[in-house]
């Protein structure tokens, strides 16, 4: 696994030609923290799935290793809600896999995602970047969180937006989730614009995808 993590690492940093189109996440506004009102959505608690019949097949796996001690153990709790917010959507048809060092799974596979943190410092211009999707083709990618930016916006919707992008997705100027600016009420689930995204762009059924429906509480549609 150290082997392919410097390997994917090299690639990112001398192969340029390999790289494909990154995906990112801004902010609306220049601030080293986060403005008054830009923290967790206080109605997230509310927001609901949807909850189609789920497939029947197995589903393809798509592994992400987490770099060790890049992030806090509250931290790696919003990473682990923003995959799971993705596998309820992706219901069974798709499945990101939390991996370690060192696991069969992530070793063996051709394509794995690591998700790493990165320090230093605000941006200094304008807008501020919080993170970064660089997929590296044939091998997966890397997804950069600017943890020294995020102030008080939820870490767990800036996850959930990187992964969107690790699921081919670009940024939708008509969307929530995957629009290229922060917002804290328009990020805190996998919408139905963004299922639809992902059902288009994975030639998946529509009817047996999830998305969070704020105040309903999981029927399906």
Known sequence: MFCRTVALSLLLSMLCGCVEESGYLMTAAHSGSAAIGEGESPHISHLRYTRHP??????????????????????????????????????GFVRFEIVSEGNDVASSASVYWMITARHGGQNIGFPTMLAATYPVADAGGLVVIFVDRIGRRDLGAVVMHELGHVLGLGHDPKGRLMAALYHPSDQQCVDRTAAEAVAAKRNLPLAQLNWCEPGVAGASR
Request: hydrophobic share 55%; net charge positive.
């Open 54 to 91: 789920a497939a029947a097949a197995a589903p393809e796996i798509v592994p992400l290793s987490i770099i060790t001690g890049s992030f806090s153990t509250y931290e790696r709790a919003k990473i682990l809600r923003a995959v799971n917010a993705w596998n309820v959507a992706l219901n």
